[in-house]
């Protein structure tokens, strides 16, 4: 099919994406699913690959549309890798995208999502208001992203910012999260703090909270806000989803960006509600005389909340929640809908320069319509990739480059990751990298050394993030010679399989998760002349006095305490490395080598010997006096 195939008229109709207008938001809210406050606007967390402690390993290619069932997932789970990238045809039906996120919900791997609309969206058109042809306004690029993401999406109302909860929209009747504790409860106090935030539309600020919670159609709930006065108490009585609503006028106002403390108490049919310790409102009613507690937005509203107390009436603490750890103990609005595998959307893989423009907009419009969902890009060899960083201000940089050659190993992959590491680090950008995993043109298929270097070298670099190609070896008829991948076109195991699954699951899942929290601050080759461009020769410092012995490359490191490290890597993958470090011990105390297979530090004295088979490395740390 050829770009003119589909116009953009029928591009947009796809899916109804220019369906009707947004609703205007009342008094008690009313706007689409995914409309975000101005808080989450262009700022994108990364979502879940990038804020947890587990190593990301990924794979590319993974099973095709028929062979995507549970059992080859699990395999998939079972090699040690965490997330999918869902190409391999999968990405031409949103149905299959959606039948492989409900199996990757089930084995426990999370999804970025090939999607075959974004697909379009990314290659076949321009993202403009000044018009043309194949080209897409920045709303209409807005409408299509939001159905896409849509399709996938749990429904993440509810997110941690800042050590509060933020509650960031809900759908246009109101969204109510609530302590899974508490169905019981009859008498209590409900206290907490709240800042309501500006909406995007119209500007007024609400915030909600609900006591005595049934369900979510069956629950007392109160708003502060400033709509229509400068600030007021709005009561609403949920029946059946049906609400009965009454207005108090407050002695002051409401302002978006300010902090109120909140108080109800429920005391048989009185509810006496203070705010910054002033009463302002007493209501008798029986509707419900138990139930849990939780807070309320609607639409495009959002506030955050912080410092929870939930007391019995005899004084006995029943909740306290200040919101420094996770979200476990609440019952969180959206949480049956989409996919939790879902955590990004593949964007695009090797852009051009001059595509960047374009695909800036696309991953501002996804972090503004869903702060929590990746949009991956992943680069070229020997790329521009400052102008992506420039242009994108990406949540990782992601490359791939293939250095085992049929004769031999790619002499410009140290250049290659040192450009990447350049123009990552002084951002704080973490580093990901694609491994060779298959065999094709003028590249043989890897050995198990060969993985491990490709790993190892990725890691002295300061890489956050290993990504395999490919895991199902993609079949001979597309002309491109690719053989030997960790499962064959018919779906056998070949010996990398194995390999694959001995290197993440003994070894980068734990000597990652040692490296995630660790910064990059030099890399560097000893023992070897000439220096490989890309490479900085070692010399004496405080914490290493000499390097002795075969050739190896390091990774240097300081750790989020005084700690520094080093993690020296074999610079062959055919022949061992025997290396003795020299610690400074002038300044040095302690010295203490990572065993990944048995997750634990031993320490080793100033003057530490080690044997490095092919295309191993060990990760040393140096604790300071």
């Known amino acids: 099919m050829t770009s003119h195939s589909l116009t953009r008229k029928g591009f947009l109709r796809m899916g109804g994406a ?112 000044d018009g043309g042809t194949f080209t897409l306004t920045r709303a209409e690029a807005e409408a299509k992203l939001r159905e896409i993401i849509g399709r996938y999406s749990p429904t993440r109302y509810w997110r941690l910012r800042d050590g509060r909860l933020l509650v960031d929209g809900g759908t246009g009747n109101g969204s109510i999260g609530w302590a899974t504790a508490g169905t019981g409860w009859t008498d209590y106090t409900f206290s907490f703090s709240s800042t309501p935030l500006p909406t995007g539309a119209g500007g007024y600020a609400q915030s909600g909270w609900a006591f005595r919670i049934q369900d979510e159609a069956n629950a007392y709930v109160w708003l502060i806000s400033n709509i229509g006065t400068a600030g007021k108490l709005t009561k609403a009585i949920f029946v059946n989803g049906a609400p009965s609503v009454s207005e108090v006028i407050l002695p002051f106002a409401i302002e978006p960006g300010v902090a109120y403390d909140v108080e109800t108490s429920v005391v048989g049919s009185t509810i006496t509600t203070s705010v910054n310790g002033q009463v302002v409102d007493t209501t008798t009613d029986t509707t419900f005389t138990s139930g849990s507690v939780g807070f309320r937005e609607a639409g495009s509203e959002s506030a955050t909340f912080d410092d929870v107390i939930v007391t019995a009436a005899d004084g006995s603490t029943l909740l306290t929640e200040d919101f420094s750890g996770d979200l476990s103990a609440w019952r969180q609005p959206g949480a049956d809908s989409g996919f939790e595998s879902f955590v990004g959307l593949h964007v695009y893989d090797e852009p051009s320069v001059g595509q960047l423009p374009d695909l800036a907009t696309v991953l501002d419009l996804i972090r503004e319509i869903d702060p929590d969902c990746l949009p991956y890009v992943n680069h070229l060899p020997g790329f521009d990739y400052q102008a992506a960083v420039d242009h994108l201000d990406p949540e990782l940089l992601s490359f791939d480059r293939y250095p085992i050659l049929a004769q031999g190993e790619d002499g410009g992959y140290f250049r290659n990751w040192a450009n990447v590491r350049e123009a990552a680090l002084p951002e704080g950008i973490p580093t990901w990298a694609y491994v060779q995993s298959v065999g094709y043109t003028n590249h043989a298929i890897p050995t198990l050394a060969d993985l491990y270097w490709q790993v190892n070298i990725s890691l002295a670099y300061g890489c956050k993030g290993i990504q395999y190609f490919t895991y199902w070896t993609p079949d001979p008829a597309r002309g491109e010679n690719f053989t030997g991948g960790i499962l064959t076109v018919e779906g056998e195991r070949t010996p990398l399989y194995d390999h694959t699954t001995e290197v993440n699951t003994s070894y980068l899942a734990h000597i990652g998760q040692e490296l995630l929290p660790l910064t990059s601050t030099a890399v560097q080759a000893a023992s070897i002349d000439p220096v490989p461009d890309g490479l900085t020769p070692f010399e004496p410092d405080d914490d290493l006095l000499a390097i002795e012995g075969d050739a190896v490359a390091l990774g240097r490191f300081s750790g989020p305490g005084a700690d520094r490290y080093a993690l020296v890597a074999n610079l062959s993958r055919h022949e061992p490395a025997d290396v003795t470090l020299r ?37 040393v740390r140096f604790t300071p006096r």
């Open 18 to 129: 220019l369906g009707g207008a947004l609703a205007a938001a009342g008094s008690l809210g009313a706007a689409p699913a995914f409309a975000r406050g101005p808080v989450a606007a262009a700022v994108g967390t990364g979502g879940p690959l990038l804020a947890g402690d587990e190593f990301p390993i990924g794979v590319f290619w993974p099973p095709p549309p028929l062979q995507t069932t549970v059992e080859r997932w699990q395999e998939m789970k079972d090699a040690g890798f965490t997330y999918v990238h869902t190409n391999n045809y999968l990405y031409a039906d949103h149905y299959i995208q959606r039948h492989a996120l409900g199996i990757a919900d089930e084995v426990g791997l999370k999804v970025l999502v090939d999607d075959g609309d974004l697909r379009w969206l990314t290659h076949q058109f321009r993202i403009s208001d």
């Open 583 to 619: 610690a400074n011990d002038e300044v040095i105390e302690k010295v203490a080598a990572f065993e990944p297979a048995s997750q634990r530090w031993r320490n080793k004295g100033q003057r530490s010997m080690h044997r490095l088979e092919a295309g191993r490395a060990v990760l």
